[in-house]
Antibody, heavy 117, light 108 residues
Framework: QVQLVQSGPEVKKPGASVKVSCKASGYTFTSAGINWVRQAPGPGLEWMGWISTYTGNTNYAQKFQGRVTMTTDTSTSTAYMEVTGLRFDDTAVYYC??????????WGQGTLVTVSS | EIVLTQSPGTLSLSPGERATLSCRASQSVSSSYLAWYQQKPGQAPRLLIYGASRRATGIPDRFSGSGSGTDFTLSISRLEPEDFAVYYCQQYGSSPYTFGQGTKLEIK
């Protein structure tokens, strides 16, 4: 069955960087892109961007341009998302999700990133 | 960017009743690229509907989606206890792929 397993929780100081991983299994990794979505405390979801696992092409939300980098390692079927220059309002649960024509068909379990001084 | 406004913010119903959730877009959503998700506390969202009206794999037929352009609806024909959750719409026709703010479906 399709599974996306993300890395564990992180606590970072303002200005630091964090890199979240998302390991896929149960399907051919390069057959579908990966979206990254975050959820700050409380309700509300925010799409951050998409990466093609086949070509490595990316499409970032303008809000995150210059601060977010999405990459993949096809040898390990793993997607990564790095956020630099962390701010307090970057505290959120970060999800990876397998793209299905733009929607998000399968989701990882989420990674809590806490930005605290 | 396309802003999605969901209504109502909270919907209080009883099991067995019908639920109707609305999602209105600030501009037309191309090719009906509109999805609905269900999220329960402590869990990741779950895809229910994509392409405005197509049920995702394994989704019961009591869930249905409709609409086009700027107005979309998620209907749940007979509420089961496990349906009480937060529901989000998302458009993926125009980047950035925005979400609505959510509708909380609670037990009356």
């Amino acid at each position: 069955q399709v599974q996306l397993v993300q890395s564990g929780p992180e606590v970072k100081k303002p200005g630091a960087s964090v890199k979240v991983s998302c390991k896929a299994s149960g399907y051919t990794f390069t057959s579908a892109g990966i979206n990254w979505v975050r959820q700050a405390p409380g309700p509300g979801l925010e799409w951050m961007g998409w990466i093609s696992t086949y070509t490595g092409n990316t499409n970032y939300a303008q809000k995150f341009q210059g601060r977010v980098t999405m990459t993949t390692d096809t040898s390990t079927s793993t997607a990564y998302m790095e956020v630099t220059g962390l701010r307090f309002d970057d505290t959120a649960v970060y999800y990876c999700a397998r793209d299905y024509y733009g929607s998000n068909e399968y989701w990882g379990q989420g990674t809590l990133v806490t930005v605290s001084s | 960017e396309i802003v999605l406004t969901q209504s109502p913010g909270t919907l209080s119903l009883s099991p067995g009743e019908r639920a109707t959730l609305s999602c209105r877009a600030s501009q037309s959503v191309s090719s009906s690229y509109l999805a609905w998700y269900q999220q329960k506390p402590g869990q990741a969202p779950r895809l229910l509907i994509y392409g405005a009206s197509r049920r995702a794999t394994g989704i019961p037929d009591r869930f249905s989606g409709s609409g086009s352009g700027t107005d979309f609806t998620l209907s749940i024909s007979r509420l089961e206890p496990e349906d009480f959750a937060v529901y989000y719409c998302q458009q993926y026709g125009s980047s950035p792929y925005t979400f609505g703010q959510g509708t909380k479906l609670e037990i009356k």
